[in-house]
């Protein structure tokens, strides 16, 4: 254990150390915890406001429905206009659409449309947030320490994963929908402003690509995950992650009040389990990649993943509801950490950018899931819904392991290197 807190904070350190990263990782942590509270908060918000299970769905397809247009695109987008320059402008419009969202609630004329408006828009900037963000970090850090940047990250992103849902409950509870957007714009405002400390040069000119059509350069983004079987791999297996498994969270609201009978607050607090799951999951990613492949790491996680949200669906008890989600961010911790590292440190530098495109373009598939769920719960109920797609999920992940075997040997432990 002495050495696992060792080498943990050795990486943390020696990341941390480079003053750029840091500007990133206080904003990326901010980021975060706007995301997950919005993403959990306008669920019960929507479910409040129409009390329908097929709209709450409704509300996630219209988040996520971004992510395959623009999420196209979004690795020329992040090339032309570079990556900082999308990152600050992007947040500027999470920022903005919490404002208008407040005047909204302030002046007592929000709708239900209103909410399917800012989800469209929240999703359509973090289709280019999300990449450019990820693809920043080895130019910041170099690829050397790329997984330990990212490691580094994902403790941000879960300790957001823990606050927000419960921040997100807090507030609806006490301080109802204004309070709640109030503290979101508050904390995309601060984001936006750490982010303009940001260096300006921060991305070497060698790693762009040359202007050409972006069409061709599409193809080419194509075709080159097509022909890396790992990439490949990580492409499908994001792809039955979102189309099948994340559609969890948008019956989350309905399953927290009409299966284990709780409030707002309550809905806070089972949406953290799967952030404080993911905590401990981050330390034991961090212990056994240097000694397991990367890639068995990110299969055989995800494939805990799914197993743990089976088991969520089928249960009827706030504590057992909330175990399951504690051992689904063990292994979601294994899905995201090393999803963003395989692909980082696979692709070349000319085509990272573009990779991680097809990586938010395979998280566009969602709101085909979220609607499947939607269309399933109106019918047979929430927890039907989600254990019928979890399990589709589980036999797809497996197909995937069996189809391309490469990514269980994708990247060799570090101690084999020494």
Avoid at 53 to 74: D, H, W
Avoid at 161 to 189: D, E, N, Q, T, V
């Amino acid at each position: 254990m002495t050495f696992v807190r060792h080498g943990f904070r050795k990486g943390m350190l020696a990341v941390l150390r480079v003053e750029s990263f840091r500007y990133l990782f206080v904003s990326n942590g901010l980021w975060w915890l706007a995301m997950w509270m919005e993403f959990l908060g306008v669920g019960w918000i929507a479910l409040e406001l129409t009390d329908s299970v097929f709209l709450v769905a409704l509300v996630g397809f219209t988040r996520m429905l971004p992510l395959s247009l623009v999420g196209l695109f979004s690795g020329l987008i992040i090339d032309r206009f570079g990556r900082r320059r999308t990152i600050v402008s992007a947040q500027f419009i999470h920022f903005a659409t919490a404002t208008v969202m407040v005047l909204l609630f302030f002046s007592g004329k929000a709708e239900y449309w209103h909410l399917l408006t800012s989800a469209l828009i929240f999703g359509a900037a973090w289709s280019v947030d999300f990449p450019a963000r990820r693809s920043l970090i080895p130019d910041l850090v170099g690829k050397e320490m790329t997984s330990d940047a990212v490691i580094c990250e994902g403790l941000a992103m879960n300790m957001a994963r823990i606050l927000g849902p419960l921040a997100a409950g807090c507030l609806i509870k006490f301080s109802g929908p204004l309070g709640f957007y109030l503290f979101l714009g508050w904390i995309s405002m601060s984001a936006l402003l750490i982010l303009r400390r940001l260096p300006h040069e921060t991305i070497p000119r060698d790693t762009m690509p040359p202007a050409g059509s972006p069409f061709i350069q599409l193809r080419e983004g194509f075709r080159y995950a097509r022909s890396h079987h790992v990439i490949l791999a990580v492409f499908l297996i994001t792809v039955v992650v979102n189309l099948f498994l994340i559609s969890y969270m948008t019956m989350l609201p309905v399953i927290a009040r009409d299966v284990l009978l709780l409030d707002a607050s309550g809905l806070g607090f089972i949406g953290m389990a799967v952030g404080m799951g993911a905590l401990p999951g981050i330390v034991i990613v961090h212990k056994v990649k240097r000694f397991i492949s990367e890639g068995l790491i990110y299969t055989v996680g995800t494939l805990g993943f799914s197993l743990a949200i089976v088991l969520f669906a089928t249960s009827l008890s706030f504590p057992l509801s909330f175990c399951a989600l504690l051992l689904g961010g063990v292994g979601h911790s294994c899905f995201g950490l090393m999803q963003s590292t395989l692909i980082l440190t696979s692709a070349t530098d000319a085509m990272r950018s573009r990779v991680m495109g097809l990586i938010v373009v395979a998280i566009g598939i969602g709101p085909i899931g979220q609607l499947l769920v939607g269309v399933l719960a109106s019918r047979f109920g929430a927890p039907f819904a989600v254990q019928m797609s979890a399990s589709l999920a589980t036999l797809a992940i497996i197909f995937v392991m069996v189809l391309l075997p490469q990514i269980w040997r994708s990247d060799s432990p570090v101690e084999s290197r020494r």
